[in-house]
């Protein structure tokens, strides 16, 4: 990441709002700021999240295809940071590019022009970086909001988006009643451990080329990852065959988000089966074992993301082991002319 001194940034949509200014990030004294700003639209998003500075920092650290010194855009009113978006790029296995962007603003300066110029001045930026590339495959602006965001959901709407893919956060109210999933012969489930996560790595990222809109995982997401708080392999279940990864689920627990809505949840995310062992029972086996890993842990529920539109039955699958849905995501998109 590259510093730009001169940080004032015109932008041609700029509402008439006495001391707002509209600047460049400015580096690691912008993350409070901004976590500020997620923090006091939780309520009015319908959003649950926790983030702390150390872990903006770090994720800042390990960004893809963009550099928020140059593809941020800082919102202040008379000193005080009441919006920021970022925007940046990745390609697709399908060969489609996307160019996608989020955000956000507080709920006290929303309907006055703030969000919608954010918008705006980084579609402008990802048509700087467009140029740059091939215009030999199709290209789309990207964003996502869910069913409770509806101040952003409008606002892409209006400016011509459309929802293109539809996600669920479930959840599994208990952990009571695990149902008994027999194993397929020829597998052996164990907890992971730090040593074989490169393995595990390679054959979850195998597995998710098949899903929608998949984009390459980088290789700092791998190192990402082991950085997180919610890096925790004795709580993952791992499926081997012989010396073959064939599935499994990076289950986690969120203390500090449990902690601040005052619940034991626990996450059974990064559900996969490599292709030669789908169609054997072997999804339900993972799940079934990582229920009993969180109780056994100390939770009393389960949560999950999925893409709704699956087409390898995941959906059905997770109703059937007792997830209920909670909330809808949408992918929304609009071509970039």
Not at 39 to 55: F, I, L
């Amino acid at each position: 990441m590259n510093q730009i001194v001169e940080d004032t940034i015109f932008v041609e949509d700029a509402p008439a709002i006495p001391g707002l200014v509209f600047r460049r990030f400015r580096g690691a004294a912008d993350f409070p700021k901004m976590i500020a700003v997620v923090e006091s639209s939780k309520v009015a998003d319908g959003a649950e999240w926790v983030m702390t500075v150390e872990e903006v920092a770090r994720d800042y650290e390990h960004l893809e295809n963009c550099d928020p010194y140059t593809d941020m855009v800082m919102a202040e009113v008379e000193g005080e940071l009441v919006g920021h978006g970022r925007c940046w790029w990745w390609q697709e296995q399908d060969t489609s590019r996307i160019y996608l962007f989020f955000a956000h603003v507080k709920p006290a300066w929303r309907n006055r022009g703030i969000r919608r110029a954010i918008l705006r001045q980084l579609e402008r930026r990802l048509r700087q970086i467009a140029a740059g590339h091939p215009a030999d495959q199709p290209r789309y602006f990207q964003a996502w909001s869910s069913d409770t965001q509806t101040h952003f959901s409008q606002l892409l709407e209006s400016e011509g988006y459309q929802i293109v893919r539809y996600g669920l956060e479930m959840v599994r109210p208990n952990l009571d009643d695990i149902p008994d999933c027999p194993v397929p012969d020829g597998i052996v489930i164990r907890p992971g451990t730090v040593e074989q996560w490169r393995a595990i790595w390679e054959a979850a990222r195998e597995a998710f080329r098949d899903h929608w809109g998949y984009a390459e995982w980088p290789e700092s997401e791998f190192t990402l990852r082991q950085e997180q708080r919610t890096f925790t392999p004795p709580l993952w279940r791992i499926a081997w065959a012989g010396d073959e990864v064939a599935g499994g689920v990076l289950n986690y627990i969120d203390t500090l988000e449990n902690e601040e809505y005052g619940r034991l949840r626990g996450y059974t995310e990064t559900i996969f089966v490599r292709r030669p062992w789908r169609g054997q029972g072997l999804a339900k086996a993972l799940i079934a074992r990582s229920f009993v890993a969180l109780k056994e842990a100390g939770m009393t529920e389960a949560g999950l993301g999925l893409d709704a539109d699956n087409l390898s039955g995941a959906l059905h699958l997770y109703r059937k082991m007792g997830f209920q849905e909670i909330k809808r995501f949408m992918t929304y998109r609009k071509p970039l002319g």
